[in-house]
């Protein structure tokens, strides 16, 4: 039987995080499919509710063991409900009930991205280390060879010498190097029989090689390096290495360290000096794109590394979708480029719904049910569809009014990225 709640008002906590929740400052207009699901679930079981910002504050235990943000909110029974993309932990499991999972989130990472520079050291990469020294070698081979020619044939060359002054030979490092240029000797048959064979298997062997130097150059110079990384494996090689840096919430950071070293079967003894703990999101986006003063500004100057942030798929599609490719690079979602898979559900206050007509299972299990209807006919998916189309008809708007191009338009989005990502009204401290 359906639970009429005549009307009641309830206390529901929420953060602005595009895809789930982007509520605007009147709360009138509910853009995250969140949002919509929420508005069904007030008409379906005839309630009413009244949003309560977090600023971005979800929920961890502080030192003197109490919970802030959303969870902090449900224990203290200041709010009935909160949504806004809540993960799944075991410590917030104990400490609060959850909703049905009406979604499955993968937690991955995003990393800034890194431009890539022409650098010298380009020129030798074509052939490896022991062929260039293989060279060396051949070029001292080379005049050890005409030193003992010239050594052995001394009379005979003296002789030639005196008789025909225009034909002297040149030494042998000098026509081998010549020809390695690819610059032709003129004098060729001016030459003994042992040096025109040496000269000529030079030759050969030359043109081999700088056609695959010439071909590999090209490629380098053509194709820009690849500094992006793609998958959890290699991020780990670099985190421990101290290549990367990671910054994170502390859930995040914690679910993080435990696959670090889930994987890695090691405690890296330094491995707390490439973590930068924060309270929110905005100030590990202010981190990422060194907006940042005071201590975090100088633990990026110290550190110039690259910086990683663990975060779910939607958000980074969202943030992606906003900054551009540029600013902002999120690996294809695979098994391999994949932390943890988050379930994302909504935490119930206990009190809210204890009285005495019904106990708290009653309207759980009723919520549960109408909340895996909306899962199971796939209107989650349809509400998620509809806020990315709503927001590239935004895009598009924007870029049409302002006569942008699409670089343009990632372009101006990047002078004010912040803010743009974390607007919420006229306010910009909304994250998640």
Not at 93 to 104: A, F, G, Q
Request: with cysteine; hydrophobic share 40%; aromatic share 12%.
């Amino acid at each position: 039987m359906r639970i009429n709640l005549q009307q009641r008002k309830l206390r529901i906590g929420t953060n602005f995080n595009p895809p789930y929740s982007a509520v605007n400052l009147n709360h009138q207009i509910h853009n995250g499919f969140e949002d919509e699901m929420f508005v069904t679930l007030a008409k379906y079981f005839n309630f009413t509710f009244n949003l309560i910002d977090f600023n971005g504050h979800y929920g961890i235990v502080n030192d003197n063991g109490e919970w802030n943000g959303l969870i902090g909110g449900m224990i203290n029974d200041s709010i009935d409900l909160a949504y806004g993309g809540i993960v799944m932990t075991p410590e917030r499991y104990r400490m609060v009930d959850y909703l049905y999972p009406h979604w499955i989130d993968p937690l991955t990472f995003i990393t800034n991205t890194v431009k890539s520079e022409q650098k010298m050291n380009k020129l030798l990469r074509p052939l490896s280390m022991p062929i260039w020294i293989t060279l060396i070698m051949v070029f001292i081979l080379f005049f050890l060879f005409n030193f003992v020619h010239d050594a052995i044939m001394s009379p005979i060359i003296r002789y030639h010498n005196n008789n025909n002054r225009n034909n002297r030979e040149e030494h042998l490092v000098w026509i081998a190097l010549r020809e390695f240029f690819r610059q032709p000797y003129q004098w060729f048959n001016r030459l003994n029989l042992s040096k025109k064979i040496t000269i000529i298997c030079w030759t050969v062997a030359i043109l081999v090689l700088t056609s695959t130097y010439s071909g590999c150059l090209l490629s380098e110079l053509t194709i820009p390096d690849r500094n992006q990384i793609d998958n959890i494996w290699e991020l780990f090689k670099m985190f421990r290495s101290g290549q990367i840096i990671m910054v994170g919430s502390a859930v995040s950071m914690d679910i993080f360290k435990t696959k670090f070293i889930e994987n890695n079967n090691v405690i890296t003894k330094n491995l707390n000096n490439n973590m930068i703990i924060t309270k929110n999101r905005k100030e590990g986006l202010d981190f990422l794109f060194d907006k940042t003063n005071g201590k975090f500004n100088k633990r990026k100057r110290n550190h110039p590394q690259q910086i990683g942030m663990p975060m779910t798929k939607s958000s980074g599609d969202f943030l992606q979708f906003i900054l551009g490719k540029d600013l902002l690079y999120l690996p294809p979602i695979k098994i391999d480029s994949t932390i943890i898979s988050m379930l994302v559900a909504i935490p119930i206050n206990r009190k809210t719904f204890n009285n005495h007509h019904h106990h708290f299972s009653y309207y759980h299990e009723e919520f549960n049910r109408v909340l895996a209807q909306f899962v199971g006919c796939g209107l989650t998916k349809r509400w998620s569809d509809k806020f990315w189309h709503n927001e590239q008809l935004n895009k598009a708007y924007q870029m049409e009014k302002s006569g942008l191009t699409s670089n343009n338009y990632y372009d101006d989005q990047s002078s004010t990225s912040i803010q743009k990502i974390q607007m919420h009204g006229k306010k910009c401290e909304k994250n998640s």
